[in-house]
T-cell receptor, first 113, second 112 residues
């Protein structure tokens, strides 16, 4: 059974700092992995999608890496800004005929001005 | 273009009542997901549609929950005999063939 863990659960950093959020999964047979941000009381916004054959994806100040063999993905945020404050969630879809995504519980990020 | 929309944004009902939650996906997206999210948790998968058919309903918690997508576009999640434990935010997402999911704002359901 796939389990997804995100550590830390919460993080506070000063503005301008580079930071790394972690996502671990127990079953390495994944189809893809997606990172989202969620603002309080809102739905999820897609940030990056990494297919199982890819090692990383980049969008602006965000870079997500995938290491299937170790069951890990990291989201790197460069030069953090107060507007980056949100909860960041990762979700994995398993290989093999299922469309079910399993989400982690998220990392709540606060960037201090 | 327009994103995923969900109605109502908030629904308060009494225990035992029936509720319907609606999702309008992004035009052209063939895949549609329903999730449930409790406070402080990640979304929990409920059901997946590919076109009109439910390709994976393994996340529906029991037979009080049912979802339809009769024309392959709009979907309705139906909950019968609501219980206080059903209180949560219900999220809908749609996806093109690439697999990237686009979420709606959610419906906050409160069962009194």
């Amino acid at each position: 059974k796939q389990e997804v863990t995100q550590i830390p659960a919460a993080l506070s950093v000063p503005e301008g700092e580079n930071l790394v959020l972690n996502c671990s999964f127990t079953d390495s047979a994944i189809y893809n992995l997606q990172w989202f941000r969620q603002d309080p009381g809102k739905g999820l916004t897609s940030l990056l999608l990494i297919q199982s054959s890819q090692r990383e994806q980049t969008s602006g100040r965000l870079n997500a890496s995938l290491d299937k063999s170790s069951g890990r993905s990291t989201l790197y945020i460069a030069a953090s800004q107060p507007g980056d404050s949100a909860t960041y969630l990762c979700a994995v879809r398993r290989l093999g005929g299922t469309y079910k995504y399993i989400f982690g519980t998220g990392t709540r990020l606060k960037v201090l001005a | 273009g327009a994103g995923v929309s969900q109605t109502p944004s908030n629904k308060v009902t009494e225990k035992g009542k029936y509720v319907e939650l609606r999702c309008d996906p992004i035009s052209g997206h063939t895949a549609l997901y329903w999730y449930r999210q409790s406070l402080g948790q990640g979304p929990e998968f409920l059901i997946y549609f590919q076109g009109t058919g439910a390709a994976d309903d393994s996340g529906l918690p029991n037979d009080r929950f049912f979802a339809v997508r009769p024309e392959g576009s709009v979907s309705t999640l139906k909950i019968q005999r609501t219980e206080r434990g059903d209180s949560a935010v219900y999220l809908c997402a749609s996806s093109p063939t690439s697999g990237e999911q686009f979420f709606g704002p959610g419906t906050r359901l409160t069962v009194l």
